[in-house]
């Protein structure tokens, strides 16, 4: 199956293979050709170009593109997509007075979510999933990762990791694995973290391991969630089983995660809503992939990641929705980047670099996705009719997307 692109107004983020990821000023730039084609064959990208050079062959389908811009479909590197039932009723508490901290503290919050997790068979949670998995799809994300960590047992987690297996074989878009079984501390271990944390290294992680369920290891590592301490051990647990670090640092506290996560080779950082001169130091020597949230500072109204100062310091910066039913009921990437935009004064280019080509780096697949170049995949977003790309950020509550391509299939 050959399809062709013709008339694209704008076609967005073309670079050469070459390009793992993108940094500091280069975020600025966003290399494009105006009046462009794009061919793609079964699932991959195969030519693409000025419309004065298109080619003249027969293909299979043809779509016009007329004052739409295109570009490679989102790169979500950071969510908790599959859960059991919702935490409206937090919300509600939070819009009243309580803090994400006391809703945690009385019980409720991560742990609310295991409880619910734990009481839902792995068919129902595969189907509330699988509805969150197709809503972003149609919004345009082609690539997604998605933790475990609301199970907080060793069945939980287990079957957490093996719905978001399922998932992966089911559907078009590409998945990336991660084992958060220390997401929280669960009411019995409270006052015995090395009583947990011994079933997290010694029953979790060696059938994870065996099903070949996960690709990454995670760690909310927090002021009353994991210690810097524990982090490391437990990173260094999974490292035994090649599971490589992504995590949660700094999301409320500074409490040394960026060091401890850097020295243990984690691919990404993720939340960095508070963050030392000190922390950037540590990331301009290292190959790890700072990850802003900015949905979840808009949800629970905290400190947006200081996007100006990372990419002033030369640092790349990759944008996720870190969709989850306690922090960002959300995975809409478009608001994402929105976001990014209005409140994070990240510049449109710099806001789409960082939801594709870093956003794919910071999963690590950044050679068969997060950009239009020959010979990766066929995953594209083609919006509607707009005057230029800065629209899509600009009009911010709008779904200003016409066309959703995965892995060489309309998706929409
Ligand atoms: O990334 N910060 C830790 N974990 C999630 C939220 C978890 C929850 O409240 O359910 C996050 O924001
Ligand atoms: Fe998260």
Not at 201 to 207: A, D, F, G, R, S
Request: proline share 4%; with cysteine; charged share 20%.
């Amino acid at each position: 199956m050959k399809t062709i692109i013709i008339n694209i107004q704008e076609l967005l983020q073309i670079r050469d293979a070459s390009v793992e990821k993108i940094s500091g000023s280069e975020m600025a730039v966003l290399p494009s050709l105006k009046n462009a084609y794009l061919v793609f064959e079964n699932d991959v990208i195969s030519d693409f170009g000025l419309m004065e050079n298109y080619p003249k062959n027969i293909f299979d389908k043809t779509i016009d593109a007329s004052g739409k811009v295109v570009l490679p479909a989102w790169c979500d590197s950071h969510t908790h997509i599959v859960y059991a039932g919702n935490r409206e009723q937090e919300f509600v508490d939070r819009i009243n007075g309580l803090s994400y901290e006391e809703i945690a503290n009385r019980g409720g919050g991560i742990l609310n979510s295991a409880n619910k997790l734990n009481e839902t068979s792995e068919e129902e949670l595969y189907n509330q999933s699988k509805k969150r998995l197709e809503e972003v799809m149609k919004l345009g994300t082609g690539a997604v990762e998605i933790k475990s960590g609301y199970g907080l047992t060793v069945e939980g987690e287990l079957k957490m990791l093996r719905v978001i297996k399922k998932l992966s074989q089911k559907y078009s878009v590409k998945i990336k694995a991660t084992f958060l079984g220390a997401h929280a501390f669960p009411l019995q271990y409270k006052d015995n973290h090395k009583g947990y944390i011994d079933l997290l290294i010694n029953e979790m992680l060696p059938k994870i391991a065996q099903e070949n369920l996960a690709d990454y290891i995670d760690v909310f590592c927090e002021t009353g969630y994991f210690s810097v301490d524990e982090m490391e051990e437990i990173l260094k647990a999974g490292k035994k089983y090649n599971l490589i670090p992504k995590v949660h640092v700094n999301q409320f506290t500074i409490i040394g995660g960026i060091k401890a996560a850097v020295t243990n080779n984690a691919l990404s950082v993720d939340h960095l809503e508070v963050l030392s001169d000190e922390d950037i130091e540590t990331l301009k020597n290292s190959n790890t992939m700072p990850v802003a949230l900015p949905s979840c500072s808009y949800f629970l109204s905290i400190p947006y990641t200081p996007a100006r100062k990372i990419i002033g310091a030369g640092l790349p910066l990759a944008l996720a929705s870190d969709f989850n039913p306690g922090s960002t009921p959300s995975g809409n990437m478009n608001f994402v980047v929105a976001t990014a935009c209005i409140k994070m004064k990240m510049t449109p280019e710099e806001a789409i670099n960082a939801a594709t080509l870093n956003g794919a780096y910071a999963m690590g697949i950044e050679n068969d996705y997060g950009s239009i170049t020959l010979g990766k995949k066929a995953n594209l977003i083609i919006s509607k009719q707009v005057n230029s790309f800065y629209e899509l950020p600009y009009a911010f509550g709008s779904n200003l997307i016409d066309t959703v391509i995965i892995n060489g299939e309309i998706v929409i």
